[in-house]
């Protein structure tokens, strides 16, 4: 059996210095996955067929607002009856 007559603090620095660097393992391996999702997702939209300005131009034109909702017609100024 191991025993350690050193303090508590440097008993534990070797514990400290493994989980330091499975934080960077971990940093380094999301920063991977991430990347490698951006790059996936890239290819399959380059891959796919056909363009999105093509879809977009095979749209019908969107209603203007002013043909659907006209603006009221003003009456002249003579024509309102003032009491």
């Known amino acids: 059996m191991f025993s350690c007559t050193c303090p508590r603090s440097l ?7 493994l989980q330091g660097t ?8 999301s920063l991977l996955v991430m990347a490698l999702v951006a790059l996936l997702t890239f290819l399959l939209i380059d891959l796919s ?8 131009a ?3 034109k969107p209603l203007d607002l002013q043909s659907v909702y006209p603006e009221p ?3 002249a100024a003579a ?3 003032s009491f």
């Open 49 to 56: 067929p056909g363009s999105v300005i093509d879809d977009l």
């Open 73 to 75: 017609k003003r009456q």
């Open 22 to 29: 499975s934080l960077i393992a971990r940093v380094l391996n």
């Open 11 to 17: 008993a534990a620095e070797p514990q400290l210095a």
């Open 79 to 81: 024509s309102r009856v």
């Open 58 to 60: 095979s749209l019908p």
